[in-house]
């Protein structure tokens, strides 16, 4: 079934589809076989949770949420789940009866079709309620911890969030500004990070292949809009909802013309968890306007020369500015080289006390911005409308492909965006962890008596609580855990994304440790997990079998 999907994606990875450099009809089959790929890996994911926790013992409760950290080390982790049940109230127990505090922030109704389509068949329509609840806890390392449900006398209420001016944890003390921006005191460097997320909004003259500005652009910012904006506090959490509109103009004409005649609506939603080191950011924005470019500036204050974003199992080190961008007109290149790049989870700037990084579980594109080339630039969507354009201002001459019209990459609509924002001390570069951490939530899973599919009893037994393996020192970031392909053990996948070597340690209930390449074909046997060594941007390859 995983190769089946690997395959589904790999169609999507012609050189031009994977840059979205392609007609509208051709990017639809493409966000199809991406659609279809996700929607697999979900009910994957869904589907072995549910073996899991089915094969756990039913003598204690049958009800039971269960939290999966997927990450070789514990995890001190707000849990958020969702459980579904006929019962008014409940209490969460461990499998010795310990109860464990939550917090209900949210319960609704769920008809009961949804959950079981028998229980309507032989008439009882009584509906469930879903509550959505938090709860602080340590996960165990890759593996997970079942909270069992026990009914209650009373009736369990859902608790509003405390209505704040601030927000304010172990890591930071957070405001927001008139206009929509956040000013953020990083209490481990004391340092305060204003204006961030403000948004710009330039031309686009572009195509698919290239950003083009206007040679006189017209940028418009949102440093002058008056935003709507509430926090909500809970025990273990708080929540920043900010809301307003940014008026730019519609399309190329009104903006050479310097005239504001659309709009975009602007919805933006931070979420602080008490137990993570970065700010969660979901940004939805409807938008009404076409040939542009909309960023998000992340403010760094750190002088910098260089910007450190990461790759496959790495991490490059790029010059803020290009300096080819000087001489490309008299030397004749096609195209001038802007300085404007790509990361796969994260970009950061940093010196020797502290840094700040943007991780990325949407747009992948940035440029460092500023007088001192201290601000993160990133790009959020753009719209243009066609494959190929002539003669544009930084790519003069023919069409990069052809002049095709291409409306649906004017990205009109609904545009959602998911990144984190991750203030840091230098010293402990940790942001390759912390980008796959970010990446890597804990789930969970509701067991109730019912399920609208039904699965044949398995032969086996799980316990409530497991752990697979645990990393022993934190120098690695994490790749994958997988099954082998042709043999009946597992590979762990790791790599240094740090500037130094790192010592790699882990705890496995194993044997028949050896070396492997991407292939799995085996290199070495090792004799000693605690004496491997991993070098700056190496990957390595673990196969083992459990014992």
């Known amino acids: 079934l995983i190769e089946l999907i690997w395959k589904e994606i790999m169609k999507n990875h012609a050189h031009d589809s994977i840059g979205c450099c392609c007609s509208d009809k051709v990017h639809k089959e493409i966000m199809n076989r991406f659609f279809l790929a996700e929607e697999k890996v979900d009910r994957l994911i869904d589907f072995y949770m549910r073996v899991i926790v089915d094969a756990m013992s039913k003598d204690i409760a049958l009800d039971k949420l269960t939290a999966f950290n997927l990450l070789p080390y514990e995890r001190e982790a707000v849990v958020k789940g969702e459980i579904i049940t006929k019962m008014k109230n409940f209490n969460l127990v461990s499998e010795d009866g310990e109860e464990y505090d939550f917090q209900v922030i949210n319960k609704e109704v769920v008809d009961a079709g949804l959950i079981d389509r028998q229980i309507v068949h032989y008439g009882n329509y009584d509906p469930f309620v879903r509550y959505t609840i938090e709860l602080k806890d340590v996960i165990p390392s890759m593996g997970y911890k079942t909270y069992l449900i026990k009914e209650a006398e009373g009736v369990i209420s859902s608790e509003e969030g405390k209505k704040t001016d601030k927000v304010e944890n172990k890591y930071f003390n957070i405001t927001v500004n008139e206009n929509g921006s956040l000013n953020i005191l990083h209490k481990d460097t004391n340092t305060l990070y204003e204006n961030v997320l403000l948004i710009e909004d330039g031309a686009d003259d572009g195509d ?31 929540e920043i909802a900010i809301n307003y509109t940014l008026d730019v103009p519609k399309d190329l004409d009104s903006r050479n013309h ?32 076409k040939d542009h470019r909309v960023r998000a500036y992340i403010p ?37 080289p ?36 201290d601000t993160i630039a990133i790009t959020l969507f753009r719209g243009v409308g066609f494959l190929g354009k002539e003669e544009m201002y930084r790519r003069p001459g023919r069409p990069s492909g052809i002049k095709l019209e291409t409306p649906d990459s004017q990205m009109l609509g609904k545009v959602s965006l998911d990144f984190g924002i991750y203030p840091y001390v230098s010293r402990e570069d940790k942001v390759s962890r912390v980008a796959k951490e970010y990446l890597t939530p804990v789930y969970t899973y509701n067991k109730m008596p019912h399920n609208a599919m039904k699965l044949n009893s398995v032969d086996f037994e799980t316990p409530y609580n497991y752990s697979l393996l645990k990393e022993e020192n934190d120098g ?10 042709n043999k009946k053990g597992l590979v762990l996948r790791y790599f240094n ?3 130094s ?6 705890s496995i209930k194993g044997s028949s440790f050896k070396k492997v390449n991407l292939k799995e074909d085996v290199l070495e046997d090792i004799e000693d997990f605690s004496k491997l060594n991993c070098s700056k941007n190496k990957v390595d390859n673990i196969y083992f079998e459990l014992v």
């Open 208 to 238: 698919e292949y290239d950003f083009s500005p206007l040679e006189d652009d017209f940028i418009v910012k949102s440093d002058l809009v008056k935003c709507n904006y509430s926090i909500s506090t809970y025990e273990n959490s708080s």
């Open 497 to 499: 994304g740090t500037d």
């Open 501 to 506: 070597e790192k010592k790699v340690q882990f």
């Open 258 to 289: 310097k005239k504001i005649d659309g709009s975009m609506d602007i919805s933006i939603i931070v979420k602080v968890d008490n137990c993570s080191p970065y700010l969660n950011v979901k940004m939805d924005i409807d938008n009404r306007a």
């Open 476 to 485: 690695v970031t994490l790749s994958v855990l997988k099954k082998a392909e």
């Open 338 to 373: 802007d300085s404007i790049y790509p990361m796969l989870s994260f970009v950061t700037l940093k010196n020797e006390e502290r840094g700040m990084a943007v991780l990325t579980n949407s747009t992948r594109e940035y440029e460092i911005i500023g007088e001192d080339y």
């Open 300 to 336: 760094t204050g750190i002088k910098s020369n260089f910007s450190f974003s990461d790759n496959q199992f790495g991490v490059i080190k790029r010059d803020v500015y290009d300096s080819a961008m000087d001489v490309w007109e008299e030397e004749n290149w096609d195209e001038r």
